[in-house]
């Protein structure tokens, strides 16, 4: 596969701490950005790569020259006019390309973003996060296939509520998904890929893994502090990743019984702080919920994403992201009169069954005995407990008296609050 590299850019925004060289050869920790990209990239196999240049592209250039002495295999575009993020695309080989933009830096496991591509056949895969602002990002949806169904941009003042998930700005191309023709100035999401939805072969790949925009001073110091503390490196999943689970119900968001509508969400006191926290800290974030609301017909899978928009919107406000949630839609008792019966099962992933710790664990290579549960139910300790998690219960919702199983614990704590404190601090 080839990949190419948007690097073209001034770099206006960072332009007057460095007035003299292009956006991608400005330093980190005294190495151009493109440098480590092409560093990056070679370490994982890929070594044909299309420097896709413009402003100052002669000393770009000199400085990669034929990419020998990095171990790749350079050839440039050169852009007399600017085309923009889009129009170069059809001079590229016709062959399948991974797509980065020159200035930001990614710790990334490309073969796993590409493995997606091909398991799903997609025309085009974009890698996709959550972030602490979505309010005021550019939003991805997604079907329960991560098939892109719209691309709902943060101008738009009547999108909703939406999942927080946004478009992070490395692609995966297939060939026949490359324009061809004369090359024209072409905005690569809003006019190649945005027209392709909804209906076209496009997916998103989400990942909890580092990429960062370095084009802003305040920006440039972030990601040469995380360089420098191993942050940005250990987010790669080449790496084992550790997580704090959190159950939904009693533990994010007030204990209402069955939830059925987004009205009926309102975070614990506590919560959204709690998990920005986390996500400051090598903890990935992510909520394992039962929700049998599905099996009972009370919501569809569709009405339970509303639901799940309507934590993430709120979350978001106070600038914290679940890195993920995985639910269980099945109940196992039969016989009522508006259940659904494909989601009437004794499934495997129904906690106090570990099968969404597994499948969570899988997605994103986390070491499980290196990781947290924090629940209300006892049903969340035998699950953590059953793959060897350190088990945490919480005194709001159900504050572990369902009564249903026998458990011990690893700690116990009024909280989410108080149980991040002590998971944060080493003391739990």
Not at 10 to 31: A, F, H, Q, S, V
Not at 288 to 303: F, L, M, P, Y
Not at 370 to 382: E, F, L, P, R
Request: hydrophobic letters at 35%; a neutral charge; glycine letters at 10%.
């Amino acid at each position: 596969m080839n990949a190419a590299i948007l690097a073209g850019g001034k770099g206006t925004r960072i332009g007057k701490l460095y007035t003299d060289i292009p956006k991608p050869m400005i330093p980190i920790m005294g190495k151009p950005v493109l440098q480590w990209q092409i560093e990056t990239l070679v370490s994982q196999g890929f070594l044909d790569i299309t420097l896709i240049v413009g402003h100052k592209a002669n000393m770009i250039k000199a400085h990669f020259g034929n990419g020998e002495k990095f171990g790749a295999r350079v050839s440039y575009i050169i852009e007399d006019e600017p085309l923009g993020t889009g129009g170069a695309l059809s001079l590229l080989p016709k062959k399948d390309t991974l797509m980065l933009y020159g200035d930001v830096y990614c710790e990334i496991d490309f073969k796993r973003f590409i493995s997606f591509h091909v398991k799903k056949q997609a025309d085009v895969t974009l890698f996709v996060h959550p972030n602490s602002h979505p309010h005021d990002s550019d939003i991805v949806v997604t079907d329960s296939e991560s098939r892109v169904t719209a691309w709902k941009s943060k101008k738009d003042a009547g999108r909703g509520e939406l999942r927080n998930l946004v478009n992070a700005g490395l692609y995966v191309f297939s060939k026949n998904a490359l324009p061809i023709g004369k090359p024209t100035r072409i905005d690569m999401e809003h006019e190649l890929i945005a027209p392709l939805l909804p209906g076209g072969n496009v997916y998103a790949y989400r990942s909890t893994e580092y990429i960062k925009d370095m084009g802003t001073p305040k920006r440039l110091a972030e990601v040469e502090k995380d360089i420098e503390s191993g942050v940005a490196a250990a987010r790669s999943l080449n790496n084992k990743q550790r997580a704090v689970f959190l159950d939904r119900d009693g533990t994010i968001n007030k204990l209402r019984g069955l939830i059925g509508s987004p009205e009926q969400i309102e975070l614990i006191n506590g919560a959204a702080e709690s998990i920005r926290r986390l996500n400051k800290s090598p903890f990935l974030t992510i909520c394992v919920t039962n929700q049998s609301v599905v099996a009972r017909g009370i919501t569809t899978i569709s009405q339970l994403d509303t639901i799940h928009a309507r934590i993430d919107v709120l979350l978001g406000q106070e600038g914290a992201y679940l890195d993920d949630l995985f639910y269980c839609p099945h109940h196992p008792d039969k016989g009522y009169p508006e259940e659904i019966p494909e989601y009437k099962m004794d499934c495997k992933c129904r906690k106090p069954k570990a099968g969404l710790l597994i499948e969570a664990a899988k997605r994103y290579n986390i070491d499980l005995n290196q990781s947290y549960i924090i629940g209300d139910s006892t049903a969340d300790i035998v699950a953590g407990n059953t793959v060897g998690c350190k088990t945490i219960g919480v005194m709001t919702g159900r504050g572990l008296h369902d009564g249903k199983y026998k458990v011990v614990s690893n700690g116990c704590y009024s909280d989410m609050q108080k149980a991040v404190f002590a998971i944060l601090e080493g003391t739990c």
